[in-house]
């Protein structure tokens, strides 16, 4: 039994990290990037799909949809918030759980469906 919760407890915090690098990044930290997205590509290239990372060795998976909710699920659970854009940023809203608060994250695409954050996270977008 406290192995169980300890590992919930765990990953649950691997869970905000991973939220916390997925949104907390301005757009255009490197304004002579060509591949940074703007807010309008990022709706059109991750809107409604399943945005899937690894960290830690554990799989995260996030979706955008367009009324506006985010979730993001590990095998922690499932976090639900709201996002919107703002100006050349997706900000993200969870009011609770380790990933409480607004950040806003910024994107660079590194190929079709393939997709970097600027503090270098890694991710695809599938479906």
Do not use: Q
């Not at 039994?1 to 930290?29: D, E, Q």
């Not at 695409?109 to 954050?117: C, I, Q, V």
């Amino acid at each position: 039994m406290f192995l169980s919760k300890s590992r919930a407890s765990l990953t649950a915090g691997i869970t905000a990290l991973v939220l916390g690098i997925l949104a907390t990044i301005p757009f255009g930290v490197t304004p002579a990037s060509a591949n940074t997205l703007s807010a309008a590509e990022v709706r059109s290239e991750m809107l409604g799909k399943t945005i899937k990372t690894r960290r830690f060795g554990f799989a995260i998976t996030m979706r955008y949809a367009s009324n506006g909710t985010v979730s993001a699920k590990s095998i922690a659970g499932t976090l639900n918030g709201t996002w919107r854009a703002r100006g050349n940023r997706i900000c993200t809203t969870f009011p609770s759980g380790p990933a409480k608060g607004t950040s806003c994250v910024s994107f660079e695409k590194l190929g079709p469906n393939r997709f970097r954050s600027s503090e270098g996270v890694r991710f695809r977008t599938v479906n």
